[in-house]
Structures are given as structure tokens and as C-alpha cells.
């Protein structure tokens, strides 16, 4: 009996259904300015900036798009999430942001798993990001692969259950607002800042929602 390769004329493995989280890179120039100005603005936002208890979190209200000062943000949002519609090759006649807010975070905290329903895409924008304080989880989301998980000889793409992705300052991920996500402990002294955000297409149930059968 020859051994697997010799039986086989070729192998070939199909890739299908593939879940992607875009990142995109704002400029230097453009995100040093950007996150000054992010900071000073969620210090005016946080009454009198209380101590975060250790171990806890501060999020804002969800309406930070709305704010003037949160404009240029949003327009890298939506330049962004104009890319990965492209991508998609999605045919679509408008988006909005329908929820933005910030996340500040100090040492010890995390964040637990979770999605945002009522979405198509969601995203994060790190304004202070540091060693340790670097990372977000995401989840397979393919539940049923839980249910027979042997052990692996090594942890790789095909067979991990959960991909850590490393983030910095200047950075936006966008994924779909089903995939699930967690943010582990911070494990640096400085607090990480980031703004979290929504996307949803605005005319979707008068031009998209058209039964598909
Ligand atoms: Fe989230």
C-alpha cells in the first residue's frame, strides 16, 4: 500500500464562506491630531473625569456621531465602510452610523463576549492603545465546530476557535455586527481608548429587503 500522498493525483482545499474583519490604517498625521482631539473632548464628556474603579469601564452615551467634534471620524468611517461595500461588491443606496460611543478601559478591565444586532457592520477606532492593551478577541461563529473539538498539535487558522488581532493607535477594524468579540484585561497602566460604532444601510426596507426565494 503506497503511502497518502502516492494514492492521490492531487489535493485541493476550497475555501467557503469566509469571515473577514477589515483593518485600515488613518495616516500619521491625520490620527496624532485626531486622537488629541478625541481624548479632550471624552474628558469634557466624563463629568469631572471620576475615577474609574479598578477593574471597571467607562463607555459614553451612543449618539457620538452626532457630536461636531467627532465629524472627522465619522468621515473615515464611512470612507472606510465605503471600501469594504466594495469589496463585498454590495449594491446599496445609503449607510448611516447608527450608534457610536467610546470606550475607556483601565487596567484590569475587559469586555465581555458579545455582537451588536440590528447592524450590518460594526467597528472599532483605537484612539490609546498600549503594550498589553493591544488586542481584541474574535470568536468563530460557526457554534456547531464547539461541540467535537479534539486536541490539536498545534493551534493554526483551520482549527483555533478564537482569533486574537492586534490593534495600535490609528487603527479602524470593521467586521460584520454578527460576529462575536471580547476585549481581554487590560494588562497595562495606562487606560485604552477606543470608539465603537454601527452601520446600518438607511433605505433598507424600502429598496433591499425584497424577499430572495
Ligand atoms: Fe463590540
Given amino acids: 500500500m503506497e503511502n497518502e500522498q502516492g494514492n492521490f493525483e492531487s489535493r485541493e482545499i476550497i475555501t467557503m464562506f469566509p469571515t473577514f474583519v477589515w483593518q485600515t490604517m488613518i495616516k500619521k498625521e491625520i490620527y496624532q491630531t485626531l486622537n488629541k482631539d478625541i481624548v479632550d473632548k471624552l474628558k469634557l464628556l466624563r463629568p469631572s473625569m471620576p475615577e474609574i474603579d479598578h477593574h471597571s469601564s467607562w463607555q459614553s452615551d451612543s449618539d457620538l456621531h452626532k457630536l461636531a467634534e467627532f465629524q472627522l471620524l465619522i468621515a ?38 458579545h455582537s451588536h444586532p440590528n447592524n450590518f457592520l460594526s467597528g472599532v477606532y483605537y484612539v490609546q492603545t498600549d503594550e498589553g492593551a493591544d488586542t481584541i478577541n474574535f470568536h468563530d461563529p460557526r457554534i456547531q465546530t464547539g461541540i467535537i473539538r479534539p486536541p490539536v498539535t498545534e493551534l493554526s487558522a483551520e482549527n483555533t476557535d478564537q482569533v486574537v488581532v492586534h490593534v495600535k493607535d490609528g487603527m479602524f477594524l470593521l467586521f460584520p455586527s454578527w460576529l462575536q468579540h471580547s476585549v481581554s484585561a487590560n494588562q497595562s497602566s495606562q487606560e485604552r481608548i477606543s470608539v465603537s460604532f454601527n452601520l446600518m444601510f438607511s433605505p433598507y426596507v424600502e429598496t433591499m429587503s425584497k424577499p430572495l426565494w
Fill in 76 to 113: 473615515l468611517v464611512k470612507e472606510a465602510a465605503k471600501g469594504v461595500f466594495a469589496f463585498l461588491k454590495l449594491s446599496y443606496e445609503g449607510f448611516e452610523l447608527t450608534g457610536c460611543w467610546a470606550n475607556m478601559n483601565i487596567a484590569g478591565s475587559t469586555h465581555k463576549i
